[in-house]
């Protein structure tokens, strides 16, 4: 049930569903997100059913401003407080003791909690509705089933769940991978998660270099080794290994071989279907997830693309291409 934010009747609709405990699927920048109310764990309950994620898997909290990451949080770390002021409402999810008796369920029983201020205009217009019903906040992993791509269209979601689920439409996301995520709970602060953020605007606005994780660090959504994976099974090859393997199929390729890389060499199959890897990150990541689930509609059965480069701003769109090649 795919619905037009711009009817003003949509977003008051949806946001008296999630203070019914209903589920609303709804876009951000980074990917579209499975929401129910935070602050009621039988409504959460509900997304890890439809998504068929473990309990104890980690959601993020998305909230309407800095203020209503207090609701969540038993304390804000000076830290987290600079992260706030430098990227939200942005595409990062800080990682924050959590209050006690409110978003267990989201936490996924830890002491801590994943929070969020996304930017994008109907997530806010939908939280900021929501609060107003008595919605602290709307807890929102990816509106995807557990481990699968993340969606970037509203279309996506709905190809996913079917027509019973209420999702708004906002377009295509402009960031198009998930936001990276910081544990601000320790020393220094740990990236645990990637995104289009580099290491170093996260270090600038924190003050401090970010620490490697390690064995104490807090679960959070997205660090599973396999991830983000299409039903095709994916290889990530250098750019090399690629060519040389493209060139040795020459006109023998089978037509179920999908590619993400440069421009292919002379000779390929015509049968090989081909996107070409966008020369900016940023580019590459608003595309990902789009490709890899167009690769799967049109049936492709292995998928090989090209190690993007060891760059900084490369970062998360390869920790999102290793994560699916290890499924």
Same mark, same amino acid.
């Given at each position: ?40 764990? !039988? ?11 473990? $309990? ?15 609701? %969540?949080?038993? =304390?804000?770390?000076?830290?987290? #407080? ?8 942005? /595409? ?14 989201? !936490?996924?029983? =830890?002491?801590?909690? &994943?929070?969020?201020? /996304? ?14 019903? &008595? ?6 992993? *990816? !509106?995807? +089933?557990?481990? +699968? ?5 509203? =279309? ?7 027509? #019973? ?74 750019? $090399? ?20 890389? *440069? /421009? ?11 996107? !070409?890897?966008?020369? +900016? ?7 990902? %997830? ?25 970062? &998360? ?5 290793? +994560?699916?090649?290890?499924?």
């Amino acid at each position: 049930m795919i619905l037009d934010p711009a009817d003003p009747a949509v977003v008051p609709r949806a946001a008296a569903a999630l203070a019914a405990g209903e589920l609303v699927a709804f876009p951000t920048e980074t990917v579209y997100g499975l929401g129910a109310r935070a602050d009621d764990d !039988a409504a959460v309950a509900k997304i890890f059913r439809a998504k068929g994620r473990p $309990a104890d898997h980690p959601l993020i909290v998305h909230v309407a401003d800095a203020e209503g990451a207090r609701a %969540f949080a038993a =304390q804000v770390p000076a830290v987290a #407080v600079r992260l706030v002021a430098a990227f939200w409402p942005g /595409p990062l999810t800080i990682i924050v003791p959590r209050a006690a008796g409110i978003g267990t369920a989201a !936490a996924g029983g =830890q002491p801590t909690i &994943g929070l969020r201020c /996304p930017s994008h205009p109907v997530a806010r217009a939908l939280l900021r509705a929501a609060r107003q019903s &008595g919605v602290a906040g709307v807890a929102a992993p *990816s !509106a995807n +089933r557990f481990g +699968r791509i993340s969606p970037t269209l509203a =279309q996506h979601v709905a190809d996913e769940f079917g027509g #019973v689920l209420m999702v708004l439409d906002g377009g295509a996301c402009p960031v198009g991978i998930e936001s990276s995520i910081v544990d601000c709970t320790g020393g220094r602060p740990v990236l645990l998660r990637p995104g289009v953020l580099t290491r170093a605007q996260i270090e600038a606005a924190a003050g401090e270099p970010l620490a490697d994780p390690h064995g104490d660090v807090p679960r959070a959504p997205g660090t599973l080794e396999a991830h983000y994976a299409p039903r095709a099974t994916l290889r990530l090859m250098p750019a $090399a290994q690629l060519r040389t393997a493209l060139q040795v199929l020459g006109t023998a390729a089978a037509p179920k071989l999908a590619v993400y890389s *440069s /421009p292919l060499p002379a000779g390929t199959g015509a049968g090989v279907l081909h996107r !070409a890897m966008p020369a +900016r990150a940023a580019d590459a990541a608003r595309e990902l %997830f789009s490709v890899l689930r167009a690769f799967d509609a049109e049936g492709a059965q292995l998928i090989w693309v090209e190690e993007p480069p060891p760059t900084p701003e490369w970062e &998360g769109v390869r920790d999102r291409l290793r +994560r699916a090649a290890a499924s």
